[in-house]
């Protein structure tokens, strides 16, 4: 691990807005192995918690309104719930910060784009934290289906289902923003982005399982232009699932722990072709410390147009899904 301590020019100074459990458990551990940056300050609401939970670090705690307002952050990781991403990404950004922003970035289309008009408005960076896609292994099947070795593409299947968050957790709470379609959309739906040809979506079927006004379950299918078939299960409260399955003329690709790869595990990526058995694995990768790295290479280079893009048309998607399947 490198030392908080390390400074140099071209480190991108970042600032943590909530101490979640995805920030103490995956974030920070990742942002104090990169060294493009350097982990600065940290402001949580809930006092007794913060940098004293983690050894070696000499960031200092502060309030939200002084993190997003400090001359020494260049980058804030948003880590609040679902209903506080907007406005203390719009605030970030309005005072010149680039902004990590934890999914969904907003609850609507129109709070999505709010969002990135304002990054859009003010220069900055606005990145969904689509981590799972900077693990090595997505660019391996997107490698396979370039080759054409599994034909052309027919249909794309996913689920991510787990037995649910414990009591108390805000994606419990509707009013917050949660629920499983607010939790877990961005992972089936960014795939689709990733390996369909087809980026224009037409909703064929869907149907949601609602307790107590929580979206508890959301599963749905679409058909893009290029004549493929997109469907996917998001759920709580049931067994662990967390795959993708491609399906071509000639094979079929399938990735289990899709989303949720551990930093040191070695995935097997299942690839039949012909009936013939091409199956290999991928080297353990910690896609937390890859997202990381990337976004700080955007910063550098300042072209992020393509992910703001994605992240427009992600919502748009989560949107379609979402309004026709809880129609009536």
């Given amino acids: 691990m490198k030392s908080n301590e390390d400074s140099y020019d071209s480190c991108v100074r970042v600032g943590i807005l909530g101490w979640s459990d995805i920030a103490r458990r995956k974030f920070v551990p990742a942002l104090l192995q990169s060294d493009q940056t350097r982990f600065v300050a940290l402001a949580s609401r809930r006092s007794g918690q913060g940098t004293s939970l983690v050894p070696g670090t000499s960031a200092v705690m502060m309030t939200y309104e002084e993190l997003i307002n400090h001359p020494a952050v260049d980058l804030v990781y948003i880590s609040l719930p679902n209903n506080l991403h907007e406005e203390w990404s719009v605030a970030a950004l309005a005072h010149g910060k680039h902004v990590l922003c934890e999914k969904p970035l907003g609850l609507s289309t129109a709070s999505v784009n709010r969002m990135l008009d304002a990054a859009d408005r003010n220069g900055k960076l606005l990145y ?14 997107r490698a396979i289906i370039s080759s054409g070795r599994i034909g052309r593409v027919r249909s794309l299947r996913s689920e991510f289902a787990f037995p649910g968050p414990a009591d108390g957790d805000f994606r419990l709470d509707a009013a917050m923003g949660g629920g499983a379609f607010h939790d877990l959309n961005r992972y089936p739906l960014s795939a689709a982005l990733f390996f369909l040809e087809g980026k224009d979506h037409r909703f064929v079927r869907g149907s949601t399982e609602v307790r107590d006004g929580l979206t508890i379950s959301l599963q749905a299918e679409s058909g893009t232009e290029a004549g493929e ?6 759920s709580f409260g049931q067994q662990y699932r967390s795959f993708y399955e491609i399906t071509g003329e000639r094979g079929n690709i399938r990735v289990e722990r899709a989303y949720t790869t551990p930093a040191d595990m070695e995935n097997r990526i299942a690839v039949t ?40 048309k992600l919502a748009e998607l989560a949107g379609m899904f979402q309004d026709n399947c809880t129609k009536g």
């Fill in 229 to 234: 078939s997109f469907s996917f299960l998001v």
């Fill in 128 to 141: 969904e934290n689509l981590m799972y896609l900077q693990h090595p292994q997505h660019e391996a099947v």
């Fill in 273 to 312: 072709v012909n009936g013939s058995d091409e199956s290999f694995t991928v080297p353990p990768s910690d896609h937390f410390l890859g997202t990381i790295d990337h976004v700080c290479a955007l910063i550098q280079s300042g072209a992020w147009e393509v992910e703001h893009e994605r992240s427009r």
